[in-house]
């Protein structure tokens, strides 16, 4: 079974709908991390989370919000959804060593009309 | 913001062939990764590199770091059409979140 896993993989919405997606993993990871990936532009972090009670805007946080339910789930929600955040969004994962190598869920790509 | 920037976007090479790709980055970091991401699919971890590394291999891999002109470069030897992907540099910085670059677009062809 994937370590990371993203729920839905794909989702199609309307303008104004509210909408969530959800990230589980198995790794045991203190810190998750929610981005967005747009075509030509790399990843961009949307919300972080190095425990439970410790979450973290990003760089484009505005438009979206973010629960962390436990340690090994980590949701983002668009409240309003607009077209300009169709986009593919990933949830990673990452350890509290000095390494801080991120896991990657298989991503879950938002279309919104 | 995003630190890192690769160059080039996209590399077309024979299969056999060696790929490089180049990263530059703005601030001191702590360390710098590598990620490679398959068409469409989640972000795979291929090799960090300390601030106080220049070198380091990992089987067809071999990355270096400059931090003194704030850059670092992959090279994958002997390609393989499995090789074609995007490739993203990422800078540590201070607080354990990572900047990703654009990416570079590695087409092998057989």
């Known amino acids: 079974d994937a370590d990371v896993t993203q729920t839905p993989r794909n989702r199609i919405t309307k303008t104004g709908k509210r909408i969530m997606l959800e990230c589980s993993q198995t790794?045991?990871?203190?810190?998750m991390y929610w981005y967005r990936q747009d075509p030509g532009l790399g990843l961009r972090l949307i919300y972080y989370s190095f425990d439970v009670k410790d979450i973290n805007k990003g760089e484009i946080s505005d438009g979206y919000s973010v629960s962390r339910q436990a340690q090994a789930k980590f949701s983002l929600s668009l409240e309003s959804a607009i077209p300009n955040q169709t986009a593919l969004y990933f949830c990673?994962?990452?350890?509290?060593?000095?390494?801080?190598?991120?896991?990657f869920g298989p991503g879950t790509r938002l279309t919104v009309l | 913001s995003q630190q890192g920037e690769e160059d080039p976007q996209a590399l077309s090479i024979q299969e056999g062939e060696n790929a490089t790709m180049n990263c530059s980055y703005k601030?001191?970091?702590?360390?710098l990764q590598w990620y490679r991401q398959n068409s469409g699919r989640g972000l795979v971890h291929l090799i960090l590199i300390r601030s106080n590394e220049r070198e380091k291999h990992s089987g067809r891999l071999r990355v270096t770091l400059d931090t003194s002109k704030k850059s670092s470069s992959l090279l994958i030897t002997a390609s393989r059409a499995a090789d074609t992907a995007s490739y993203f540099c990422?800078?540590?910085?201070?607080?354990?979140?990572?900047?990703f670059g654009a990416g570079t677009t590695v087409t092998v062809r057989a």
């Open positions: 790794k045991g990871h203190d810190r």
């Open positions: 601030t001191s970091i702590n360390n």
């Open positions: 990673a994962t990452s350890g509290t060593g000095v390494s801080n190598e991120q896991f």
């Open positions: 990422a800078t540590d910085e201070d607080d354990y979140k990572l900047s």
